[in-house]
């Protein structure tokens, strides 16, 4: 049982250092918009406020990337960096490797850094990858599951998160319409920024049947190449054009090869 939000474990040999948490989205910002401008209740940690870690995922999701004074912001989880190495190559690679990761600061204590992600995401991922089961949520918002994703897409990691995934998705709007492929019923159907988001959720999770569906229907509800900041193949992407050219069985290929992995 953890002591503390952060403490993922109490023989930490290992910090992971989030700079600038809550940064990255993943909904394209608006010309002029500004990541405190998105979220106006938050509260960012005072400079050299250390007396008042996050206890809640509460907190942690109203943190703001930057301090008052303009600084990068920052967290930090006391983990175990046997269960990164387990869990992930890349964070293997950063451990075992020449990186400067690889070498303990004064306190003994490995500083693994990465930046921008979202804090409450990266806290459900390493509940999960120290085995803190009893506190990764059962209910997540679809935008939360996405931000999981991307992590799991980075640090390659999915094989651990996957399992947590099918009851977070039974709770996504119009989801099942396409895990069970009920999308070419719905006469009002359409492909846009929020079926590009579930386009990466099937993608960064590997929902096979979900991921065949929006791929269809982004062939046949849209008019253009998709544009989104989201990591999604290129090639995924460029159905539309390969529609356009005819060449529907060089489509199939592409799409029964990705939806594989």
């Known amino acids: 049982m953890k002591k503390s939000l952060l403490e993922l474990d109490p023989q930490a040999d290992a910090l992971l250092i989030l700079k600038c948490p809550n940064l990255r989205q993943v ?3 608006t010309a002029g918009e ?3 401008a998105r979220n106006n209740k938050s509260t960012p940690i005072k400079e050299n406020d250390t007396s008042k870690p996050p206890k809640t995922r509460e907190d942690i999701a109203l943190i703001e990337p930057y ?6 912001n920052e967290l930090e989880f006391r983990v175990s960096a046997k269960h990164l190495c387990l869990a992930s190559p890349v964070f293997r690679s950063m451990i075992n490797g020449s ?3 690889s070498q303990p600061n004064d306190e003994g204590l490995l500083e693994v850094r990465t930046s921008e992600w ?4 990266l806290l459900i991922v390493l509940d999960i990858i120290h085995g803190h089961h009893r506190s990764v949520p059962r209910r997540l918002s679809r935008d939360i599951i996405a931000q999981i994703g991307l992590i799991v897409d980075y640090y390659d990691c999915l094989e651990v998160v996957q399992i947590f995934g099918d009851s977070w998705f039974m709770n996504v709007q119009n989801w099942l319409l396409y895990f069970f492929n009920m999308w070419r019923d719905n006469t009002d159907s359409v492909f846009k920024d929020d079926e590009t988001l579930l386009l990466f959720i099937a993608w960064s999770y590997r929902s096979t049947s979900a991921f065949e569906s929006l791929t269809s229907s982004a062939i046949f509800n849209t008019e253009c190449l998709i544009e989104t900041h989201l990591p999604i193949p290129t090639q995924i992407l460029a159905c539309k054009k390969i529609l356009s ?4 069985a060089v489509a199939s290929t592409v799409l029964a090869d990705f ?3």
């Open 27 to 29: 909904h394209a910002q």
């Open 259 to 261: 939806s594989g992995v």
């Open 245 to 248: 050219s005819d060449e529907l």
């Open 34 to 36: 500004t990541p405190k």
């Open 99 to 101: 990186f400067k990761e």
């Open 67 to 72: 301090l008052e004074n303009g600084e990068p």
């Open 118 to 121: 979202n804090a409450q995401a």
